[in-house]
């Protein structure tokens, strides 16, 4: 997906990991996820480099589908919709 059309996108649940180093943002990312339903929207904040290649490997793990990431200014907005 482009930018912009991350950036329309629904969020069901956002998970603000920004102060945690690896592995916290992606345990962070697995309990948030059993809080929404099947098709919705999760946007994990990240400053950790490592969430940007863990979340999108746990999604193709889990089933989950990774719909791209935006960097900021000193972290990253991951989106992902789970299955």
Known sequence: MTTEEL???HIAKLVD?????????????KKAIGSIKPGDIMEILSADEGT?????KWC???GHEYLGTI??????KI???KK
Do not use: H, I, S, W
């Open 17 to 29: 990991a920004r102060g945690t180093a690896c592995p916290g943002p992606l345990l962070e990312a």
């Open 7 to 9: 950036n329309k996108l």
């Open 60 to 62: 193709t793990k889990q």
């Open 52 to 56: 940007k290649v863990d979340v999108p």
């Open 79 to 81: 989106y992902m919709k």
């Open 71 to 76: 960097d900021e200014n000193g972290y990253f």
